[in-house]
T-cell receptor
Framework: KNQVEQSPQSLIILEGKNCTLQCNYTVSPFSNLRWYKQDTGRGPVSLTIMTFSENTKSNGRYTATLDADTKQSSLHITASQLSDSASYICVVNTDKLIFGTGTRLQVFP | GAVVSQHPSWVICKSGTSVKIECRSLDFQATTMFWYRQFPKQSLMLMATSNEGSKATYEQGVEKDKFLINHASLTLSTLTVTSAHPEDSSFYIC???????????????FGPGTRLTVL
């Protein structure tokens, strides 16, 4: 069964700190893996997209990694800001998008 | 580029009425549009996939007669929730895939969502 699991479910950090979100997947065949940011009451916005051959990709303060052998990905957020408070969703593309349940990040001043 | 809009952003309706939600790709042509539903603290669940000019493909468990999808042009798809009931209250999100051109072909761009509350 195609599944995407994320951890932690929720995370609270102080402004300025770094954090790392995890994503494990059991999806086949694998096309690409995406990280999305979803603000409350809004649609998801793409942060990064990685194919099988890519190990890391950055988008500003967001850096995603992918280990296709262990089927794990991480999203690292550097120097967090209050506006980073949102849900972060890991999505694996096979013949359709398989969504993880997300990590709810709250950044406090 | 690759902006998707939805209208309305929120709607409240009485039980038994029908509600139409529009999804538009503003600056690109979308061969395929997708409709998702998201309940609180849950992930997006794909309801159906629609290609311009053809019938939508519904996911298992989604009633096609209740959730009517029309994809009449390369920039517009509509979802009509017929005879809505309180259990249909949810956050409905559409996405669109670019028809051609550039590295983002087949990537899904999401709309901002529509909050439906059925009283």
């Amino acid at each position: 069964k195609n599944q995407v699991e994320q951890s932690p479910q929720s995370l609270i950090i102080l402004e300025g700190k770094n954090c790392t979100l995890q994503c494990n997947y059991t999806v086949s065949p694998f096309s690409n893996l995406r990280w999305y940011k979803q603000d409350t009451g809004r649609g998801p916005v793409s942060l990064t997209i990685m194919t099988f051959s890519e190990n890391t990709k950055s988008n500003g303060r967001y850096t995603a990694t992918l280990d296709a052998d262990t089927k794990q990905s991480s999203l690292h957020i550097t120097a967090s800001q209050l506006s980073d408070s949102a849900s972060y969703i890991c999505v694996v593309n096979t013949d359709k998008l398989i969504f993880g349940t997300g990590t709810r990040l709250q950044v406090f001043p | 580029g690759a902006v998707v809009s939805q209208h309305p952003s929120w709607v409240i309706c009485k039980s038994g009425t029908s509600v139409k939600i529009e999804c538009r790709s503003l600056d690109f042509q979308a061969t395929t549009m997708f409709w998702y539903r998201q309940f609180p603290k849950q992930s997006l669940m794909l309801m159906a996939t629609s290609n311009e000019g053809s019938k939508a493909t519904y996911e298992q468990g989604v009633e096609k007669d209740k959730f009517l999808i029309n994809h009449a042009s390369l920039t517009l798809s509509t979802l009509t929730v017929t005879s809505a009931h309180p259990e249909d209250s949810s956050f409905y999100i559409c996405s669109a895939s670019r028809a051609s051109g550039g590295p983002t072909v087949n990537e899904q761009f999401f709309g901002p969502g529509t909050r439906l509350t059925v009283l």
